[in-house]
């Protein structure tokens, strides 16, 4: 059932991913097969009924920082440059451009006459941040205001299509663009060319999804709500209703730009802000989310410092301009990307321990990671391939209801289960109360004893199986209580492995441990053999207690678990005492519990171990008469 289980989420992720990333796919002509050279697109080899569109990728004409209208432009540009363009870093004639200014392109397009049978139509992209198109001297599209500096320009993002009616099979394509508002000029994507109803069904498809992306977030954002108010212990609940809300905010602003639409006139600088200030919100909530979910898997330390971070840097992008924060972003962006590989760590370390439900959790968390990573690429321009953070959640949102829901029928199939073995207790009740209660009684016995080893446990090492911190500590206060009444000597043993970090480097972690237990269960067993109480300290270091026992046994005895060690033989090739594992004792010895605190006989056990360590380690030094002596 398990695995029938699993298998149909796999299946569901796959195919909801399929339908929702399919509106997105076109059947343009694209890649190396058509490309404009020289400034000319030729199409006349171009069959509409079969391609719907193309994109009209390739060496536009390029004049920088002028604005050239129709009439004025040239029959042969100069100067050609790959299209799709963005300004910062691109080269032009060894000149490298910066991100801010202006600039008019040029495209001279040639189709055969059999297309001019039907409406042709040009998808006009995201343009950053003004534009005016001409085709053939007629104005054709203008998207807000160009100018020649901050003060004339007024920015818009309006991706459109424009239907064309052209009347030869050729005709020139003048564009002139202009940013002096934000970090990076130019044309984000791809302009199509092709048939009008094609491309406007394309348009229109691109938009539903944005749409039904958005109306989906939403929902699930309010109906978590719901569910934190009915339940206000479950805070996951919360953080991924205000996650959704902040995911849908930002698809209302990114791809398709939708908020256009709904608000024409809204602040291009509100609409940047926007933009960007989802970013630091929606990524520490979605973090808080996860450690909701699980129990605080990720270090508040490191949570505490992601957030300082995330919100000075949503204040600095509310008071300061698009033309400022904007350059900020790839440095966000980096932290994000760090944040995001420790969270797939700490994801994965769960999913080896086996934590219910983090299979699905990681899967679709590595699903969101990619395409938050490939929004992060496609936003500096390293990748064509558009905005898919939102798909992503979708997938995510989806994929944790489909984990909820089974939940959900797997308790409600156990209701059914229960309320069906009622009704057969019920047919003979007192039979079944006898039965019950014996099974109770069995319960309660086996309950007993599984606390009798809970309890065990919680006083035990689990990597040596030796007496831990917790157990020393109830041990330690004991034993001083009785020698203390009784007038008895009192000795405490340090002991530590020595050069154990360099074994580690050298053998790796998984042969230290095997040294540690070998190492504890060695010196507990000499321990044993005199009455004594053995644990571990920490780390590398043990402890080891004796009571009643003269200062010449505690030497002799801490002699003997050096040697037991020396018979080991285990090889430690990069150790600086010797060519095998040794340790260093510390001893501190008091003929009555009444001479001294019991936390300064363990401090002074410990400053033997440290003189111990100073003369070269594997040796042994004693504190006794509030003086130390090496042995």
């Known amino acids: 059932?398990?695995?029938?289980?699993?298998?149909?989420?796999?299946?569901?992720?796959?195919?909801?991913?399929?339908?929702?990333?399919?509106?997105?796919?076109?059947?343009?002509?694209?890649?190396?097969?058509?490309?404009?050279?020289?400034?000319?697109?030729?199409?006349?080899?171009?069959?509409?009924?079969?391609?719907?569109?193309?994109?009209?990728?390739?060496?536009?004409?390029?004049?920088?920082?002028?604005?050239?209208?129709?009439?004025?432009?040239?029959?042969?540009?100069?100067?050609?440059?790959?299209?799709?363009?963005?300004?910062?870093?691109?080269?032009?004639?060894?000149?490298?451009l910066p991100g801010e200014g202006h600039a008019t392109y040029t495209l001279k397009i040639k189709v055969n006459?059999?297309?001019?049978?039907?409406?042709?139509?040009?998808?006009?992209?995201?343009?950053?941040?003004?534009?005016?198109?001409?085709?053939?001297?007629?104005?054709?599209?203008?998207?807000?205001?160009?100018?020649?500096?901050?003060?004339?320009?007024?920015?818009?993002?309006?991706?459109q299509v424009i239907t064309l009616d052209l009347d030869k099979p050729e005709f020139d394509l003048v564009l002139q663009v202009s940013n002096y508002s934000s970090r990076n000029g130019g044309i984000w994507g791809e302009f199509l060319?092709?048939?009008?109803?094609?491309?406007?069904?394309?348009?229109?498809?691109?938009?539903?999804?944005?749409?039904?992306?958005?109306?989906?977030?939403?929902i699930f954002g309010f109906y978590h709500f719901v569910i934190y108010i009915l339940r206000r212990t479950d805070r996951a609940a919360l953080y991924f209703g205000i996650l959704c809300l902040l995911i849908a905010l930002r698809s209302l602003i990114v791809g398709e730009v939708v908020l256009t639409d709904l608000l024409p006139n809204f602040s291009w600088e509100w609409h940047r802000k926007i933009e960007y200030w989802t970013i630091s919100i929606a990524f520490p909530v979605f973090l808080l989310f996860l450690n909701a979910m699980f129990l605080n898997y990720i270090k508040k330390s490191i949570l505490q410092m992601f957030f300082f971070i995330s919100l000075l840097y949503s204040l600095f992008v509310l008071f300061t301009p698009a033309k400022v924060f904007s350059y900020t972003i790839n440095f966000y962006q980096l932290i994000m990307t760090a944040m995001m590989l420790y969270v797939l760590f700490e994801l994965t370390k769960?999913?080896?321990?086996?934590?219910?439900g983090v299979k699905v959790l990681l899967i679709s968390t590595v699903i969101f990671t990619g395409t938050a990573l490939n929004d992060v690429l496609y936003y500096n321009e390293w990748i064509h391939t558009g905005d898919f953070t939102s798909v992503g959640l979708y997938i995510f949102i989806f994929a944790q209801s489909i984990v909820v829901a089974i939940n959900y029928a797997s308790t409600f199939q156990k209701v059914e289960t229960l309320s069906i073995r009622l009704g057969e207790l019920n047919n003979t009740l007192e039979e079944k109360v006898q039965i019950r209660t014996s099974q109770l009684e069995q319960s309660q016995n086996e309950l007993k004893q599984l606390n009798q080893k809970?309890?065990?446990?919680?006083?035990?090492?689990?990597?040596?199986?030796?007496?831990?911190?917790?157990?020393?500590n109830q041990n330690y206060e004991e034993v001083w209580e009785?020698?203390?009444?009784?007038?008895?000597?009192?000795?405490?043993?340090?002991?530590?492995?020595?050069?154990?970090?360099?074994?580690?480097d050298t053998y790796g972690h998984q042969k230290g441990d095997e040294v540690l237990k070998l190492v504890a269960q060695s010196l507990k067993n000499r321990l044993d053999m005199v009455g004594g109480f053995f644990a571990r300290y920490g780390g590398e270091e043990f402890f080891a207690l004796l009571d009643g026992k003269s200062v010449e046994e505690a030497i002799d005895i801490a002699k003997d678990m050096n040697n037991?060690?020396?018979?080991?033989?285990?090889?430690?090739?990069?150790?600086?005492?010797?060519?095998?594992?040794?340790?260093?004792?510390?001893?501190?010895?008091?003929?009555?519990?009444?001479?001294?605190?019991?936390?300064?006989?363990?401090?002074?056990?410990?400053?033997?171990?440290?003189?111990?360590?100073?003369?070269?380690?594997?040796?042994?030094?004693?504190?006794?008469?509030?003086?130390?002596?090496?042995l």
């Open 1 to 96: 059932m398990e695995r029938i289980k699993k298998f149909l989420l796999l299946l569901f992720l796959m195919v909801f991913t399929c339908l929702t990333v399919a509106p997105t796919v076109n059947f343009a002509v694209h890649g190396n097969e058509i490309t404009a050279k020289n400034g000319v697109l030729d199409l006349r080899d171009i069959n509409f009924e079969e391609h719907n569109y193309i994109e009209m990728s390739g060496e536009w004409g390029l004049y920088w920082n002028k604005f050239l209208k129709p009439e004025k432009v040239p029959d042969n540009p100069s100067t050609f440059v790959s299209f799709p363009h963005m300004w910062m870093g691109s080269e032009m004639n060894n000149e490298t």
């Open 113 to 159: 006459e059999e297309s001019l049978s039907t409406h042709k139509g040009l998808y006009v992209p995201l343009i950053s941040n003004a534009s005016k198109l001409w085709i053939n001297g007629k104005l054709v599209s203008q998207i807000g205001e160009i100018g020649m500096s901050s003060k004339d320009e007024r920015p818009t993002y309006n991706p």
């Open 193 to 218: 060319f092709g048939n009008a109803e094609e491309l406007i069904s394309m348009a229109e498809k691109r938009m539903l999804k944005e749409m039904f992306i958005i109306g989906g977030l939403t």
């Open 350 to 356: 769960a999913w080896k321990r086996n934590v219910p």
């Open 454 to 472: 809970l309890e065990i446990l919680s006083n035990i090492d689990t990597l040596t199986n030796v007496p831990n911190r917790r157990s020393l």
């Open 482 to 504: 009785m020698n203390k009444d009784l007038l008895k000597p009192i000795t405490v043993f340090l002991i530590d492995i020595d050069c154990f970090k360099l074994f580690n």
């Open 564 to 630: 037991v060690i020396h018979k080991l033989k285990i090889q430690h090739k990069t150790s600086t005492v010797t060519d095998t594992v040794t340790i260093s004792i510390g001893i501190a010895h008091s003929t009555s519990a009444n001479l001294v605190e019991k936390e300064q006989l363990i401090s002074k056990a410990d400053e033997a171990l440290y003189r111990s360590k100073q003369i070269g380690r594997d040796s042994i030094s004693l504190f006794y008469q509030n003086e130390i002596k090496h």
